[in-house]
Structure formats: structure tokens, C-alpha cells
């Protein structure tokens, strides 16, 4: 990126909202999720604090239109958050990142019992959402799920296990992938549905212990004849290469962008503070002192630094609509 487009992107982030949302998701990552996060990974504890506050600052609902009571935020807003939280608390962006992924699925067609069931809640900081996509033996391959959409007299019956469902315990609702359990269905096809957690078939499994981020409360979902309502479907049966390519991927892979440059952001920090206070004590110097170590510093900030400015800037043409 050139200096003259760096400058440009600086210009336009300090003079928009993403400013304020930004210095909202530092305060309370420094404030709430930073102090908390040992506890959240070695004890494998859900961070409902973060959430909580994340949800009173308003950022539960970044991707809800503005019209709903919400932030209308896109790419460059998610990156925005997800950087500050990282930089915490792993788990706590991944948590907020998962739902906010999931909000802006809802959000992409939404009709107005979305709107009114979902949408307005999670702008209020009193819905989460989340994905409900992975299954096991289909690795990144999310848009080829077994999960079956049957159709029933009186709407939808989802059947089928998802796994890694992030805020799995705590979430209000799913937004799950299917496929049709109709003989004549493409290979490939999928719909998408917004399923309630307390709907009836709807059964959580045993938590996983993951390395690192493991208060996300990540376990595999288990559906089971699941309710869903004609309402529930999320744009039109078979829409999987709209969602896919227009929604899920670009947010998804934002939000995982901004939580791992916040933690290499962390690292970066770590690092530099190790070689200002390691000395050794007969030569009264320390590491920062040694060229050597000085330009591994140099090349450890330029590489967080060139990740900085190609995520801003991918999201920024995203949310330009640039192919």
C-alpha cells in the first residue's frame, strides 16, 4: 500500500463512526476483557462480562441497520472491534466475531419477523447469535453440509449435528446450514435457517477443550427434528452461492483477520517489553540495546504492520463492493 493511499485510509477512518467504535471496543477490552483473560483460558470460562458490555456500548449490534437500532456497520467496522478484543482476549473476539457474523447473515435478506425477532433484540444487547455451519469430516468445506431441511406442514424440521459452534452455550439462536432432504436436490445446494436455542430437538454436546481461545465456548449442537417456522428461512431455499460468497465468507474471514492480528498486535507487544527489560547486568545493557535484536524488532513490527494495512484495506474495498 503507498503512503498516499495509507494516509487516505487514516483520513477516512478518523473521520467516521468506525472512531468512536473503535475507541468503544478498546475501552472495554482493556477495561473488561484484558483482566479476565486468564481466567477465561485456563479455566475455559465463557466471557459473559465482555459480552454484557460489548452489548450495553451498543457493538452486540454492528451489523444491525441503523433503522433497527443498530450500528449499520460493514467490514471495516468488524475489523475495527475484533483488532481491540484480540489484542485482550482471543476468546472474547472470537465469541463477539462469531455472533457478528452470524448478525449480518440475519441482517443480508432479512424479512420483518427477522427484523422484529432477532435484528431489533441483538441492537438492544439482549440476542447473540452465532454460526452453526461446520460438521465433522467436511473440514473448510462448510457449503456441503448433511444436515437435513425437510419441510413440514407447518414450516421446516432441521436434522443433524454441527460441531466448533462458537457461544454454543449461550447463544439465543443459530444460524445453521442445511441441505434438502428432498430426493431431486442438487449436490451443493444449501439453505440457510435461523434456528432458536430453545427450540425443541435442539441438544447442546460436551464443550470442547481446545488450545488457546477456549472460553469460547465451542461444542458440536445436535438437531434433532428441530422446529423451524416458514419465517425462519433466511432468504430463498437454495440461495447457498449468494450467502456463501456475498456474506458468509467475507465476514468470516474478517473477523478471523481482526482477532489474529490483535493477538500478533499482543505478541508484538510482549516481545518489545521482554527485550526493554531483560539486562545484562555486567555490561548494564539490555537486549533493546543489541543491533541484532533491535532489527528483529524492526522486521517483527514491519510483519504486523503489512498484515495491519492489508486487512483495513481488503475490508475497505469490501465494503465497496469490490469484487
Not at 454492528?62 to 483488532?83: D, F, S
Not at 420483518?112 to 469430516?137: C, D, N, Q, V
Not at 460436551?206 to 465456548?217: E, I
Request: hydrophobic share 40%; charged share 20%.
Amino acid at each position: 500500500m503507498g503512503a498516499m493511499e495509507t494516509s487516505l485510509l487514516a483520513e477516512e477512518f478518523a473521520s467516521s463512526s468506525l472512531r468512536d467504535i473503535q475507541q468503544k471496543a478498546k475501552a472495554i477490552a482493556e477495561a473488561v476483557a484484558a483482566p479476565r483473560a486468564q481466567e477465561v483460558d485456563e479455566l475455559q470460562v465463557w466471557p459473559a462480562p465482555t459480552m454484557d458490555a460489548l452489548g450495553k456500548a451498543g457493538l452486540l449490534g454492528l451489523h444491525v441497520p441503523k433503522r433497527l437500532g443498530g450500528l449499520g456497520q460493514g467490514l471495516m467496522g468488524l475489523i475495527a472491534v475484533t483488532e481491540q478484543l484480540g489484542q485482550a482476549c482471543s476468546s472474547s473476539s472470537m465469541c463477539f466475531g462469531m455472533h457478528s457474523v452470524g448478525t449480518a447473515v440475519i441482517a443480508a435478506k432479512s424479512t420483518p419477523h427477522h427484523e422484529a425477532a432477532y435484528l431489533s433484540a441483538i441492537a438492544k444487547g439482549e440476542h447473540i447469535t452465532t454460526l452453526a455451519l461446520s460438521e465433522t469430516g467436511s473440514g473448510v468445506h462448510f457449503y456441503l453440509p448433511n444436515t437435513e431441511l425437510r419441510q413440514t406442514e407447518n414450516g421446516y424440521e432441521v436434522s443433524g449435528t454441527k460441531q466448533w459452534v462458537t457461544n454454543a452455550g449461550h447463544a439465543h439462536s443459530y444460524v445453521v446450514s442445511c441441505k434438502s432432504a428432498d430426493d431431486d436436490a442438487q449436490y451443493g445446494e444449501f439453505t440457510c435457517v435461523v434456528v432458536d436455542a430453545d427450540s425443541p430437538g435442539c441438544h447442546l454436546q460436551n464443550a470442547w477443550g481446545g488450545f488457546g481461545m477456549r472460553g469460547n465456548d465451542s461444542r458440536p449442537v445436535r438437531f434433532e427434528n428441530a422446529p423451524v417456522s416458514e419465517t425462519g428461512l433466511l432468504g430463498n431455499e437454495g440461495d447457498q452461492i449468494w450467502y456463501v460468497f456475498e456474506v458468509v465468507a467475507p465476514y468470516f474471514l474478517t473477523a478471523m483477520a481482526g482477532t489474529y492480528l490483535g493477538i500478533a498486535q499482543a505478541a508484538f507487544d510482549i516481545a518489545v517489553a521482554r527485550v526493554r527489560t531483560r539486562e545484562y547486568l555486567p555490561m548494564q545493557e539490555s537486549l533493546a540495546d543489541a543491533p541484532v535484536i533491535q532489527y528483529k524488532i524492526a522486521e517483527l513490527w514491519s510483519t504486523v504492520e503489512q498484515a495491519r494495512q492489508m486487512v483495513y484495506r481488503a475490508a475497505r474495498l469490501g465494503d465497496a463492493s469490490d469484487p
